[in-house]
C-alpha cells in the first residue's frame, strides 16, 4: 500500500483564508511578502474541505527541504514524496529506469496513478511533488499539455501552494544530478521550464514568490501561515515550534 511504502519517511504538517484571507495576513512588513497571489475566493467551504498541503514548482526549487521544515515544525503532517512512492510502484526502479523503460508519456501515468492514490489522504497529507506533476504529453506531437486529470486529483483534497524560482536558480540546483533524466531530447531546461510557468500558476492556489534570495525557513511560515488560516485550524501551542529552530535541529540543505 502506498502508506507502507513511505512508512520510514512519512510524518504528518498543519493548515490558513484567501480573499477570506484574514486580515492579519495583509499587515504590512518590513519586507517584501512572499505570498504573491492567491486565487480568487469560491466560498469557504472551497477552502476548508481541502486539508492536504501540496508542494510543486520546478526541479531543485527546495520543495523537499521546505517539506521537511514543515514537517519538523508539525508533526500531524504525513510526509508524502511522489517521486519516491513512483519508485516504489515501479518495483524498486528508479527514476532514469522508469523513463528508459516506459517514456515520458508511461512516466506521466504511473505519476498519475500515484498522486490519485496520495490524493487521498484524508487531511495533514504533505504531498512533495516532482516538477512535471501539472504536466502531460500530447498523444499526437509529444508536447507537454496542463495536465487536468493530475491537477484536478491534487486539488480535490489539497491546497496548491507553487515555489516560484528564477531558472537560473533551478539550473544550478539540479546540475550533474543523475537521478533527473533528460527532460526533452530537442527543447532546453530554460524552453521547459518557460512552457510550464502558466501551468504551475493556473494550479496553485497560492503562488510563493521565492526568486530573491528567500531564506527555506521563511518560506515554510509563510506558507505554513498561510495553510493554517485556509483549513481555519488553529496552531497547537504545544506542538508548535519556530520552523528555524526546526531547520537548525532537522534540516540540513
Known sequence: SIRMAVSLSLRPVVPIQLSGIPPQ???????????????????????????????????????????????????????LGLDELIVYE???????????????????????????????????????????????????????????RKVGALRKSGLVVYIQRDINYLLGRIQGDSNRPDLSASLSFTEIMKAREPFYIEAADLVVDARGKKKKSEIATEVLTWFYNNVEEPRVESKWYSVWRANKANCHS
Request: proline share 3%.
Open 25 to 79: 495576513t495583509h499587515k504590512t512588513l518590513n519586507r517584501k511578502p512572499l505570498i504573491t497571489r492567491c486565487k480568487e475566493d469560491k466560498g469557504k467551504e472551497f477552502w476548508t474541505s481541502r486539508r492536504n498541503l501540496v508542494l510543486i514548482g520546478g526541479r531543485g526549487c527546495g520543495k523537499s527541504s521546505i517539506a521537511r521544515r514543515l514537517l519538523a515544525t508539525d508533526k500531524r503532517f504525513t510526509l
Open 90 to 148: 515501479a518495483g524498486g526502479k528508479d527514476i532514469p529506469e522508469i523513463v528508459q523503460e516506459r517514456g515520458w508519456s508511461g512516466f506521466r501515468d504511473l505519476e498519475y496513478e500515484v498522486v490519485a492514490k496520495a490524493s487521498s489522504v484524508p487531511e495533514f497529507g504533505l504531498l512533495d511533488c516532482g516538477g512535471g506533476v501539472c504536466v502531460d504529453l500530447q498523444t499526437s506531437s509529444g508536447k507537454e499539455i496542463f495536465s487536468d
